[in-house]
T-cell receptor, first 115, second 110 residues
C-alpha cells in the first residue's frame, strides 16, 4: 500500500476486555515499531521488530501487552484485560531498512478508549 | 536513558511570521533526528530527516539544523501560514528506538 495502515481507527473496550490492534506496514519495510501516545504527550516506545524478530520489547508496560509479527509483515498488538490507563492512541511505524539508516513512516493510529 | 525536550510547549503567531522551534536531547550518540507534524486526531507526518553526519536539511519553507555535540536541533518555518497550525514533534534515533519530545503546539493566526 501507499502508507502504513492501522485498524481499527477507533476502539471502545469495556474494562477487562481483550483487544487486538493491527498494523499493515509499507510493503517490503524491514523494521516496525509500536508506540503509545497519551493525550497531549509525545509517543512512548513500546516495542521494535526487525522482520519477524522482536528485538526490543522493553517498553511494554506490563505482561498484559503482547506484540507479534509472525511473517515479518503485518503486526498485531494485543492487550489483555484492558484497564482505564490503557486508553491512548497506539501508533505503528515502519522503516525500509534497519533503524539507524532510514526515515520512519507512521500510520494514523488506533484510538483506544477503555470504559 | 535518552531524554528529548521541546521548547516552547505552545506558540501562537500571526500569519507571515518566521519562527523557530527548539529540540534538545541528552545523549549525543544518535543515528539521526527526525521532525514530524501531527494534526489533531491524526498520525505523524514526517517533515525532515537529518542524519547524524549532517548539519541541516531543507524542504520548502522548512529548514532543520542539527548540532549533535551540543544536543540541539531547530526547526525554522519561514513565512508561516494558517495551514502550518499543528503539533510539531522531534524524535532522535538511538539504540533500538526513536525517542520523542512532548511537542510544540503551533497556532498560526490569519
Amino acid at each position: 500500500g501507499a502508507g502504513v495502515s492501522q485498524s481499527p481507527r477507533y476502539k471502545v473496550a469495556k474494562r477487562g476486555q481483550d483487544v487486538a490492534l493491527r498494523c499493515d506496514p509499507i510493503s517490503g519495510h524491514v523494521s516496525l515499531f509500536w508506540y503509545q501516545q497519551a493525550l497531549g504527550q509525545g509517543p512512548e516506545f513500546l516495542t521494535y521488530f526487525q522482520n519477524e524478530a522482536q528485538l526490543d520489547k522493553s517498553g511494554l508496560p506490563s505482561d498484559r501487552f503482547f506484540a507479534e509479527r509472525p511473517e515479518g509483515s503485518v503486526s498485531t498488538l494485543k492487550i489483555q484485560r484492558t484497564q482505564q490507563e490503557d486508553s491512548a492512541v497506539y501508533l505503528c511505524a515502519s522503516l525500509k531498512q534497519r533503524l539507524m539508516n532510514t526515515e520512519a513512516f507512521f500510520g494514523q493510529g488506533t484510538r483506544l478508549t477503555v470504559v | 536513558k535518552q531524554e528529548v525536550t521541546q521548547i516552547p510547549a505552545a506558540l501562537s503567531v500571526p500569519e507571515g511570521e518566521n519562527l523557530v522551534l527548539n529540540c534538545s536531547f541528552t545523549d549525543s550518540a544518535i543515528y539521526n533526528l527526525q521532525w514530524f507534524r501531527q494534526d489533531p486526531g491524526k498520525g505523524l507526518t514526517s517533515l525532515l530527516l537529518i542524519q547524524s553526519s549532517q548539519r541541516e536539511q531543507t524542504s520548502g519553507r522548512l529548514n532543520a539544523s542539527l548540532d549533535k555535540s551540543s544536543g540541539r536541533s531547530t526547526l525554522y518555518i519561514a513565512a508561516s501560514q494558517p495551514g502550518d497550525s499543528a503539533t510539531y514533534l522531534c524524535a532522535v534515533t538511538s539504540g533500538s528506538r526513536l525517542t520523542f519530545g512532548e511537542g510544540t503546539q503551533l497556532t498560526v493566526n490569519p
